[in-house]
């Protein structure tokens, strides 16, 4: 079983930060990568970024020079920093993580439970 647990969003004023925080645990053999994907409300799950276990990251244009997608391997954890936050990112954030579960076993995806971000003066 795989649990990610998901922490650090909250009200933030525009041009503020946030960082989030998303732990895997539970059995798990090696991640291959983790994402970040936010929603707003009437709109589709965009990914907003992802990092593989080698550190290689990827990000959605609306968001590079602001967002930053790191690791801790031994932790299994993925941070999201967020900086100069803009009301448009308002949404509410999950983190997912591709992950092999056995030796030789199937990639799939699980996901965290979502944190809501709200960007409002």
């Known amino acids: 079983q795989v649990q990610l647990v998901e922490s650090g969003g909250g009200l933030v004023q525009p041009g503020g930060s946030l960082r989030l925080s998303c732990a895997a645990s539970?059995?798990?053999?090696?991640?291959?990568?983790m994402n970040w994907y936010r929603q707003a409300p009437g709109k589709q799950r965009e990914l907003v970024g992802s990092?593989?276990?080698?550190?290689?990251?990827n990000y959605v244009d609306s968001v590079k020079g602001r967002f930053t997608i790191s690791r801790d391997n031994a932790k299994n954890t993925v941070y999201l920093q967020m900086n100069s936050l803009k009301p448009e990112d308002t949404a509410v954030y999950y983190c997912?993580?591709?992950?092999?579960?056995?030796?030789?076993?199937?990639?799939?995806?699980?996901w965290g439970q979502g944190t809501q971000v709200t960007v409002s003066s």
């Open positions: 990092i593989t276990s080698g550190g290689s990251t």
């Open positions: 539970g059995s798990i053999f090696s991640i291959y990568a």
């Open positions: 997912s993580a591709d992950l092999d579960t056995v030796v030789g076993g199937p990639r799939r995806r699980y």
